[in-house]
Nanobody
Framework: QVQLVESGGGSVQAGGSLRLSCVAS????????MAWYRQAPGKQRELVAS???????DYADSVKDRFTISRDNTKNTLYLQMNSLKPGDTAVYYC??????????????WGQGTQVTVSS
């Protein structure tokens, strides 16, 4: 069973920074795609940033130039560096993985979520 464990959330003031980490129980290069999603109270879960196994990266317009997704295959860890945080970034952040690549039909895996709260 694949497990994803997030950490790094917390409370910061606007303009501050946080780095989220997601440790996988499987070699992260085994996944077709990994991503960070977030869900604010009363809103739908939305994609924040994603990275494919080939290294292609995409960001939501709302976080471009402020957030950076990266991975360390040696540590089986996905990161999300969040700078210039705004109150609108307040949400529960979830790590997501799709795959693994050897499965004919991939599966979606989710972490338990980590709370990020940005105060003005």
């Amino acid at each position: 069973q694949v497990q994803l464990v997030e950490s790094g959330g917390g409370s910061v003031q606007a303009g501050g920074s946080l780095r989220l980490s997601c440790v996988a129980s499987l070699t992260i290069s085994s996944f077709n795609n990994m991503a960070w999603y977030r869900q604010a109270p009363g809103k739908q879960r939305e994609l924040v940033a994603s990275i494919t196994s080939g290294g292609l990266i995409d960001y939501a317009d709302s976080v471009k130039d402020r957030f950076t997704i990266s991975r360390d295959n040696t540590k089986n860890t996905l990161y999300l560096q969040m700078n210039s945080l705004k109150p609108g970034d307040t949400a529960v952040y979830y790590c997501h993985a799709y795959g693994p690549i050897w499965r004919p039909v991939g599966a979606d895996y989710w972490g338990q979520g980590t709370q990020v709260t940005v105060s003005s």
